[in-house]
């Protein structure tokens, strides 16, 4: 059983298979809001902006551009992954960003 929602700029498909999860994107900048989004949730859940709420903001700073350096890095990597798709295809799957987190270098 599969469920459909529709935003303005992507479109999502979800099954019980995470390996059939995926997104399709209709550009780089929806690419980045979505993985934007997708962090500010990570830190909410995991109680992670509170505990930055804490640190001098010199440490923010800092750990804000490593978190920045690895996003950035990842979608330069899933443009990359994209690029050689057929047919203009924007589809992001499991598969293509385990292939392009194992490209990551540490940050």
Do not use: H, W
């Amino acid at each position: 059983t599969a469920t459909t929602t529709t935003t303005s700029a992507t479109s999502a498909n979800t099954s019980t298979n995470p390996n059939e999860i995926y997104k399709e994107f209709r550009s780089e900048d929806d690419i980045r809001t979505y993985m934007n989004e997708l962090m500010q949730k990570s830190m909410m859940s995991t109680g992670m902006n509170a505990r930055m709420a804490t640190l001098p903001r010199s440490q923010q700073n800092v750990i804000a551009g490593r978190i920045n350096k690895a996003l950035e890095g990842l979608l330069g990597k899933m443009m990359e992954e994209m690029g050689r798709m057929e047919g203009g295809s924007r589809v992001v799957t499991a598969d293509v960003v385990r292939r392009c987190m194992e490209q990551m270098r540490p940050v």
